[in-house]
T-cell receptor
Framework: AQKITQTQPGMFVQEKEAVTLDCTYD???????LFWYKQPSSGEMIFLIYQGSYDQQNATEGRYSLNFQKARKSANLVISASQLGDSAMYFC????????????????FGKGTKLSVKP | DSGVTQTPKHLITATGQRVTLRCSPR?????VYWYQQSLDQGLQFLIQ???????AKGNILERFSAQQFPDLHSELNLSSLELGDSALYFCASSSRLRGAYNSPLHFGNGTRLTVT
């Protein structure tokens, strides 16, 4: 079954420190993409970073980096130098090349991790 | 700004009523996805359209329907509303269909539906 698991319902981090949000995935499709989205309290879904299954290097976007361990099927998000504005829900998601159950390019989401940044 | 526009932002209605949610995808995107986000169910995929045709169905109730018009905007119709339909409804768009695993979906800001 295609699945995303985020085991941390909530996390706290001190401002200016780094934090790692965990994500594991399950798929037998060799071609897939892994994505992280941020959802602030205002509700919008903001795309942060992407990692492809064939990418050799970990993705980075500014203060965001993705720690991709393919053998472990994990795609953890690392936020460096946390800011108060980073307080939000963070969702890990997967998109597959193949179609399963009629889903064509659908995003499969985890349940999310609520990050709170303390001043 | 994702480039995906959803209207209205908020909608309050009574049980048994019918509402229509509207979505304009990013310029050039042919594929539209609808998601429902509720506290207990998380983000659930509802339905997908590509260039006017329905391509995939997820956990969409029979009381719900959608369509994508020739100008590529999409509408999600929710009828016989129940209290449990209260949720945040997202539209997302993407430029590709097959093999699109390496490109993100771009989400609108959502429509928050409250059924009283």
């Amino acid at each position: 079954a295609q699945k995303i698991t985020q085991t941390q319902p909530g996390m706290f981090v001190q401002e200016k420190e780094a934090v790692t949000l965990d994500c594991t995935y399950d798929t037998s499709d060799p071609s897939y993409g892994l994505f992280w989205y941020k959802q602030p309290s205002s509700g919008e879904m903001i795309f942060l970073i992407y990692q492809g299954s064939y990418d050799q290097q970990n993705a980075t976007e500014g203060r965001y980096s993705l720690n991709f361990q393919k053998a472990r099927k994990s795609a953890n998000l690392v936020i460096s130098a946390s800011q108060l504005g980073d307080s939000a829900m963070y969702f890990c998601a997967m998109r597959l090349f193949m179609n399963y159950g009629g889903s064509q390019g659908n995003l499969i989401f985890g349940k999310g991790t609520k990050l709170s940044v303390k001043p | 700004d994702s480039g995906v526009t959803q209207t209205p932002k908020h909608l309050i209605t009574a049980t048994g009523q019918r509402v229509t949610l509207r979505c304009s995808p990013r310029s050039g995107d042919l594929s539209v996805y609808w998601y429902q986000q509720s506290l207990d169910q998380g983000l659930q995929f509802l339905i997908q359209y590509y260039n006017g045709e329905e391509r995939a169905k997820g956990n969409i109730l029979e009381r719900f329907s959608a369509q994508q018009f020739p100008d590529l905007h999409s509408e999600l119709n929710l009828s016989s509303l129940e209290l449990g339909d209260s949720a945040l409804y997202f539209c997302a768009s993407s430029s590709r269909l097959r093999g699109a695993y390496n490109s993100p979906l771009h989400f609108g800001n959502g429509t928050r539906l409250t059924v009283t």
